[in-house]
């Protein structure tokens, strides 16, 4: 079955499930774009069915012309619809059930829905491999940035041995904000909220989960593994303060919420989503504010970076109608970049056999032989310091200790950690961040 294959000649027939930021951007630029659409894939893209929650909301656009279902799911049953798009959200419920249907009734989807494919994207691509039907995803990382299309095609050729980005604008301009003003979290995050740079349960941002969906689809996309959400490694920018960006940059590095993949010489694959140090030289640093970034390593391109708008009507606009020309134009990829009986488990690095260089914020009592005992500690688990930076607060107050230490085996910097938190100086426990050279 052809990706599109109920398609007269000229039009292919859409129907959209969710009028919201995503939704209605692409309603916007199908409209508006109609020209250069039609010159590039010599088809006609036509909106003919559409469904939200609220049928009568003002949605800046006369939708009068476009037939209504209350029920999304109704949308992926109709006999003049041949793609389906999923602006709904959500990883259970409507959204998947909506895809589910469409892919069984031989339709084509495109959605830009992270959640729902890290958690039930294996299943839903063999479901559409099954059914010989496409489901494409480009909005669903990293926004207006192709880099799904990249590494399921333009690098297709190459061994990958390293993907990362910053996958999530909200904490890039929450950290950002943070460097450039000197305030601290919670006062940036609010302002975020305020300016809609943030959601008011800011958590699938803030802790890491967003960018960990999208790190679950890069990783499977890089290496030909299974998707597998549970077993990546989170951790969010709730913790990280002021005093600790600004060391940071005294240090000569930035911090910024990192998503990482990498396949290593035996063959397993290090990845986690987490707050990390980089060198401020590195271009990675360089991204700020709302923007994302997706930077690949292949064997023969050697390194590839796409910087742009991760999120916003316009960019994953922009994404959702690339899948749609693809489809015009009667492109029929693997959802995962290759078919579904050839994805293979990720075989997991042991992170306590890594080498990492770490970044340790200490509050402590001031009391005489504190650092002695500090000091003594890490010697024991034979990590070496390569900086130290003490910080008076006013008189009585814990004293904030900043060490940066040398490569040392990760298990060893756990169990100094675990030997430190207890000491009885420690004022609260300790915060530290991996130093990533890049
Ligand atoms: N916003 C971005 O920049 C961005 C970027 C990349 C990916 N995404 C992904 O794109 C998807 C949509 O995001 P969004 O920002 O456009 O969300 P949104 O603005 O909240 O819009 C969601 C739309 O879905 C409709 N809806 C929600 N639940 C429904 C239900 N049970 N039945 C029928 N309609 C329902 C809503 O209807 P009403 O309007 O009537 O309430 C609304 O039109 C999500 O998966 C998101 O992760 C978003």
């Known amino acids: 079955m052809s990706p599109v294959s109920s398609a007269p000649n000229s039009t292919i027939r859409i129907a959209l499930a969710g009028l919201g930021t995503v939704g209605m951007g692409v309603l916007t630029l199908l409209k508006q774009n109609q020209g250069v659409i039609q010159t590039r894939t010599g088809k006609t893209l036509e909106v003919v069915a559409v ?3 609220t049928r009568n909301k003002d949605r800046g656009m006369d939708l009068s012309g476009l037939a209504w279902e209350d029920d999304p799911v109704a949308l ?25 249907t469409a892919i069984r009734a031989g339709k084509s989807v495109v959605t ?9 994207g294996m299943r839903l691509a063999q479901l559409a491999e099954d059914n010989g039907v496409q489901l494409l995803f480009e909005a669903a990382v990293a926004g207006g940035i192709p880099a799904v299309k990249g590494l399921r095609e333009g690098l297709a050729g190459n061994q990958i041995e390293l993907v990362y980005g910053i996958l999530n604008g909200t904490c890039n301009y929450i950290l950002t904000s943070m460097r450039e003003t000197g305030r601290g979290f919670d006062a940036v995050l609010a302002e975020a909220q305020e300016l809609g740079y943030a959601e008011a349960e800011p958590s699938l941002d803030v802790d890491g989960y967003d960018a960990a969906h999208k790190l679950t689809l890069l990783a499977s996309l890089a290496f030909g593994t299974e998707l597998d959400f549970d077993k990546l490694q989170v ?3 709730r913790r990280i303060s002021a005093p600790d960006i600004m060391i940071a940059e005294e240090l000569g590095y930035r911090i910024k919420l990192l998503g990482l993949a990498r396949r290593l010489a035996d063959g397993s694959i290090e990845q986690f989503v987490r707050p990390v140090l980089v060198p401020q030289s590195s271009e990675i640093a360089k991204v700020e504010g709302v923007f994302n970034a997706v930077v690949a390593n292949g064997n ?17 606009a922009s994404a959702v109608v690339g899948d749609l020309i693809d489809l015009a134009r009667g492109t029929s990829v693997p959802t995962l970049g290759v078919p579904c009986q050839n994805l293979v488990p990720a075989k997991l690095a042991k992170s306590e056999d ?36 003490q910080r008076e607060g006013r008189s009585g107050l814990p004293v904030s200790l900043i060490i940066t230490t040398h ?13 430190l ?18």
């Open 354 to 389: 890594l080498y990492r260089a770490v970044y340790m914020h200490l509050s402590i009592l001031d009391e005489p032989g504190a650092l002695a005992k500090v000091a003594e500690i890490l010697g024991r688990y034979e990590i070496s310091i390569a900086s130290l930076i």
């Open 421 to 438: 938190d207890a000491l009885s100086i420690m004022a609260e426990p300790l915060h530290m961040m991996i130093i990533q050279e890049l």
């Open 407 to 419: 490569e040392a085996r990760y298990a060893n910097i756990r169990a100094a950690r675990a030997e």
């Open 51 to 53: 469904s939200a929650r």
């Open 112 to 120: 830009a829905n992270k959640a729902l494919l890290a958690h039930d």
């Open 76 to 100: 992926a049953k109709r006999d003049d619809v041949d793609v389906v798009l999923e602006m709904v959200g959500g990883e259970t419920g409507t959204a998947l059930e909506l895809v589910e």
């Open 300 to 316: 023969f391109v050697d390194e590839v970076m796409m910087v742009g708008r991760g999120a916003g009507a316009g960019p994953t």
């Open 235 to 237: 951790e969010g920018i």
